[in-house]
């Protein structure tokens, strides 16, 4: 919901980072590729106990996310870096809520395993029909240029990682945090559910 509103803040300055990694030889694979351990290593330290190294992480996981595209774009964008970019979010996105389960399974395995549901129907709403507008030529430029149809809905990445960092802060609200926006997933999913069947019926 959030993250097409941030872009026009958020753009100009990854963008002018992007060209100063560009200039100096470094690859978008690279940059994701380097998110993504960031990523691994956020949800390894939360859950061997150490969770502000692991907020940490998370916000060092994010910035290397925006910079991937910027540096794609002040180089050259490819099909490859799109698919590692998509598919090594969804594995962190995954990974965080396991993290916290591993933690303390008692208090948190239920409310992470309806997380991970919720996470699992809003992203393949998201995944089927970028699939399908690409099939059916559809584009759209509102979360900025992206390697495939961005369809927006009430979780999107915005939300997601402001949510992790306020587990992060506050580990003892996770399965609340948790319940909630599982909630919030589920209505996002749904929505993207109607807006795809309503955008592919047929005529």
């Given at each position: 919901m959030l993250d097409a509103r941030l872009r026009p803040?958020?753009?100009?300055?990854?963008?002018?980072m992007g060209r100063l990694l560009a200039r100096a030889g470094v690859g978008p694979n690279t940059v994701t590729l380097t998110g993504f351990a960031l990523g691994m290593g956020a949800a390894f330290a939360i859950a061997t106990g150490y969770v502000l190294t692991g907020l940490f992480?998370?916000?060092?996981?994010?910035?290397?996310?925006?910079?991937?595209g910027a540096v794609a774009r002040a180089t050259r964008k490819t099909d490859l870096g799109?698919?590692?970019?998509?598919?090594?979010?969804?594995?962190?996105?995954g990974a965080?809520?396991?993290?916290?389960?591993?933690?303390d399974p008692q208090a948190n395995a239920l409310a992470a395993a309806a997380l991970l549901a919720?996470?699992?129907a809003n992203g393949s709403a998201f995944l089927a029909f970028a699939i399908m507008a690409e099939k059916n030529s559809l584009a759209t430029a509102t979360q900025g240029q992206k390697s495939l149809y961005y369809l927006g809905g009430l979780a999107e990445g915005t939300e997601t990682i402001a949510l992790f960092l306020l587990m992060a802060l506050l580990p003892g609200?996770?399965?609340v945090?948790?319940?909630?926006?599982?909630a919030v997933c589920l209505v996002s999913a749904g929505a993207r559910v109607l807006i795809g069947v309503r955008a592919l019926h047929p005529d």
């Open positions: 803040l958020i753009d100009p300055p990854l963008n002018q992480l998370i916000a060092l996981n994010r910035l290397a996310d925006g910079l991937d799109g698919f590692l970019d998509i598919t090594l979010d969804f594995f962190f996105y965080i809520p396991l993290a916290f389960a591993i933690l919720s996470f699992y609200w996770f399965p945090l948790a319940w909630g926006f599982a």
